[in-house]
């Protein structure tokens, strides 16, 4: 089982023609994606070769879908063009738009969230700035290795990308039904809660890692949300125990400002709604695994 990506899903790339695009969809497609199509209103009409699979361009996301029955797009456009690569995957009314472009002006993202949410909430936003979301074995939608894991029982959110590969890594041996990187922006689509739930309700998602960082106010409200709804055990991991206030560290979301947003205070709350919590990585791991090992 997995959650918004499943092995039945219909995928197409904005920006396929692209160096990143290319790159990361001949990777998708070893994976075993199912990509049906790809988007470039200057190359409609063409098709794309990859190691013997005839990907076809389309000029709008619309002429793709009505083509391919296409239910999900992975956007890999320059910053300068992403708002408007998000805005027209909205208005065609595609299901899941996994934004991986890094550099999105927050304020692009604040107008296509917003139109997202104007327009009915149709199409669920991953990112921007995110390693897109792996059903290890099903599908991959994104830039997350395929060969770090395998499908299982873990579900796994994150803000870090990096973190998501060695936490994968890390628990390769039980395996993931999905695991979903949201982005570290101030301004993101799918947020710590929205995946939490979907997991809650998966029924072949037997506990969940939620991986945090220093800065604003997500893994507080995370942490209610699991005190209040959440049943299945959850581990969590926050990035920035070692972090300056007032100082920007990677994401553009993870800043300080005295003493709100520190990764203690969000340990604190997370422990008070029953998230076992490690100081690294390999220890949070090292506490899922002990979960798994009880069920």
């Given amino acids: 089982m997995a959650i918004w990506l499943t092995k039945d899903s219909k995928v197409i790339v904005q920006g396929v023609t692209g160096s990143e695009g290319s790159k990361h969809t001949r990777r998708m497609l070893a994976a075993g994606t199912n990509i049906v199509g790809g988007v470039n209103p200057r190359k409609a009409g063409t098709t794309v070769e990859f190691d013997g699979h005839e990907v076809p361009v389309f000029g709008t996301v619309a002429e793709a879908m009505d083509a391919t029955g296409a239910d999900v797009t992975v956007i890999f456009v320059p910053p300068a063009f992403t708002k408007q690569a998000v805005v027209e995957a909205i208005d065609a009314g595609i299901g899941l738009a996994v934004v991986i472009t890094e550099g999105v002006p927050v304020h692009d993202t604040a107008a296509f969230w917003a ?124 990035a920035g125990f070692t972090a300056p ?7 553009a979301g993870a800043i300080i400002s005295g003493s709100s947003g520190t990764a203690d205070a969000k340990k604190t709350a997370l422990e008070a709604a029953g998230v076992k919590v490690g100081k690294t990585p390999s220890e949070t791991a090292r506490l899922m695994r002990e979960v798994m090992q009880g069920r």
Avoid: W
């Avoid at 390769?172 to 301004?187: L, Y």
């Avoid at 939490?196 to 945090?212: N, S």
């Avoid at 206030?245 to 994401?251: A, E, L, N, R, V």
């Fill in 115 to 238: 139109h997202a949410v104007a327009t009915g909430n149709k199409t669920r936003i991953i990112g921007p700035n995110c390693p897109g979301i792996a059903s290890p074995g099903a599908s991959n939608a994104g830039i997350i290795p395929a060969d770090i894991s395998g499908s299982g029982r873990i579900g796994l959110v994150s803000k870090s990308g990096t973190l998501t590969y060695q936490l994968m890594y890390e628990l390769r041996d039980i395996g993931f039904s999905t695991a979903v990187g949201i982005g570290g922006d101030p301004i993101i689509g799918t947020t710590h809660i929205d995946a939490l739930a979907a997991f809650q309700d998966d029924p072949e998602t037997e506990a969940i890692v939620m991986i945090g960082e220093i800065g604003g106010d997500a893994e507080e409200r995370a942490a209610e949300f699991i005190k209040a709804n959440v049943t299945k055990p959850v581990v969590g991991y926050i």
């Fill in 245 to 251: 206030p007032g100082k920007t560290m990677g994401h």
